[in-house]
């Protein structure tokens, strides 16, 4: 059974930084294709970044896209979601997700991280 847990959130001032981490057990993480999303209070969950197995591709919403970077070290298990530039508008519970190889939907997911960007 694979496990995702998430750590990293807090609260940061807007402009601030934070680095998200996501720790996979029970299988390697190179099997999966791993992404992060989040949900605001009130909002439904919305992808804000993919990254490929072998970590060689990426993708991102357009929301984020410039100020947050998804990366992967595959030796260690662990995803990350480094955050710069924030806004309160990324103010929302952060959780961390993996898709199994030829799978369509992201199957396993974390618990969340709560991440609260102060004005």
């Known amino acids: 059974q694979v496990q995702l847990v998430e750590s990293g959130g807090g609260l940061v001032q807007a402009g601030g930084s934070l680095r998200l981490s996501c720790v996979v057990s029970g299988r390697t993480s190179s099997s999966y294709s791993m992404a992060w999303f989040r949900q605001a209070p009130g909002k439904e969950r919305e992808f804000i970044a993919g990254i490929s197995r072998s970590g060689g591709s990426t993708t991102y919403a357009d929301s984020v896209k410039g100020r947050f970077t998804i990366s992967r070290d595959n030796p260690k298990n662990t995803v990350y979601l480094q955050m710069n530039s924030l806004k309160p508008e990324d103010t929302a519970d952060y959780y961390c997700?993996?898709?199994?190889?030829?799978?369509?939907?992201?199957?396993?997911w974390g618990q969340g991280t709560q991440v609260t960007v102060s004005s």
């Open positions: 997700a993996a898709r199994s190889l030829g799978g369509v939907k992201y199957g396993y």
